[in-house]
C-alpha cells in the first residue's frame, strides 16, 4: 500500500529461542479499521508492543508516514502520533479523573508544566478534558481519585486518555476486557465514532467476534506468531482453516 499510514515489514521479534511474532508484512491505511486476532499466544499484544515500542524488534522495521520509526522511544512514537490506551492507563493514579485528562490535553497543546501559562488556557485546557469526559460519560466522576475507580470506569478513562492525546493511529487492546454489559456499548459507541474520522486509523485486538463484525472492515490473524490470515471480515470469518485452527469454534457459534 502506497497510501498506508502505518506498515510493518517482516516484523520479527525473538526471545530466547522462541519466536514471538515472525516477519509479519502489514500496512495500514487512513480511514480503516483493522481487527487483530488469534489464539492466546498468537502473538497479537507483542505485535502490539512492537508497533507501540514497548519492546524492540529483533529484526524488521515499522514505519510512520514512510519514515522508519523502528528505533524511536514510546514516547517519540506517542509524539508522531501512534496511541495506545493501556501505556496511558494510570498516568497519575493519586489524581483525580479530571486532573489526568487534563494533563494529556496540556500536553498534546505542549504547554507542558510551565507556572506562567495564562489563566485563560488554564481553563480551556480545563473545558476541553471535561468535554472529553462527557463523552465517556466519566463527567460525573471528573473530581474522583483514579486509584479508587471501578474497573469499568478505568477502562473508560483509558479511553478518555487516549481521545485527549489526539493520535493519528488509535491502538486498543481489549478495550471492554472485564467491563459489565452495561458499560461495554459506551466504549464501543466512541471506537464506531472514531471510524467515522477517515483520517485516523485503528488497531483494534479483540477476542469478541460480535464487536469485530460491527466495527471491522479488515481481520488480520496471528498463530505463532505469523500471519496467517489477512482480510475483509467476511471473507476471514468463512475460512474453514482460520475457524478451526485459529479461532476455534466461537466464529460459528456467535
Known amino acids: 500500500m502506497t497510501d498506508a499510514i502505518l506498515e510493518t515489514r517482516d516484523l520479527t521479534v525473538r526471545f530466547g529461542g522462541q519466536v514471538a511474532v515472525d516477519h509479519v508484512s502489514c500496512a495500514f491505511s487512513a480511514g480503516q479499521l483493522t481487527a487483530i486476532v488469534g489464539p492466546n499466544g498468537a502473538g497479537k499484544t507483542t505485535y502490539f508492543n512492537l508497533i507501540s515500542g514497548q519492546i524492540r524488534a529483533t529484526a524488521g522495521s515499522v514505519f510512520l508516514h514512510g519514515r522508519d520509526i523502528t528505533r524511536l522511544p514510546v514516547a517519540e512514537r506517542t509524539a508522531r502520533g501512534i ?4 501505556q496511558l492507563t494510570n498516568l497519575f493514579p493519586n489524581l483525580s479523573v ?3 485528562v487534563r ?5 498534546r497543546r505542549n504547554t507542558g508544566f510551565r507556572l506562567l501559562v495564562m489563566a485563560e488556557s488554564q481553563t480551556e485546557i480545563t473545558e476541553a478534558a471535561l468535554d472529553v ?3 465517556v460519560r466519566l463527567d460525573h466522576l471528573a473530581g474522583q481519585t483514579v486509584s479508587e475507580l471501578a474497573h469499568g470506569n478505568q477502562r473508560k478513562l483509558e479511553v478518555a486518555l487516549l481521545i485527549a492525546l489526539d493520535p493519528q493511529v ?5 478495550p471492554t476486557a472485564g467491563m459489565s454489559v452495561d458499560e461495554a456499548p459506551v466504549v464501543l459507541d466512541l471506537i464506531a ?11 483494534l485486538v479483540e477476542h469478541k467476534m460480535d464487536v469485530i463484525r460491527s466495527l471491522a472492515d479488515r481481520i488480520i490473524v ?3 506468531g505469523a500471519l496467517a490470515a489477512d482480510g475483509a471480515p467476511a471473507e476471514v470469518m468463512a475460512s474453514d482453516v482460520v475457524q478451526e485452527a485459529y479461532l476455534g469454534k466461537e466464529l460459528t457459534d456467535v
Do not use: C, P, W
Open 222 to 224: 496471528l498463530h505463532n
Open 83 to 86: 496511541g495506545r490506551a493501556f
Open 133 to 135: 469526559l462527557k463523552r
Open 98 to 100: 479530571l486532573e489526568n
Open 170 to 174: 488509535y491502538m486498543f487492546d481489549e
Open 193 to 203: 465514532e472514531l471510524k467515522a474520522d477517515t483520517s485516523r486509523t485503528i488497531l
Open 103 to 107: 494533563l494529556v490535553v496540556q500536553s
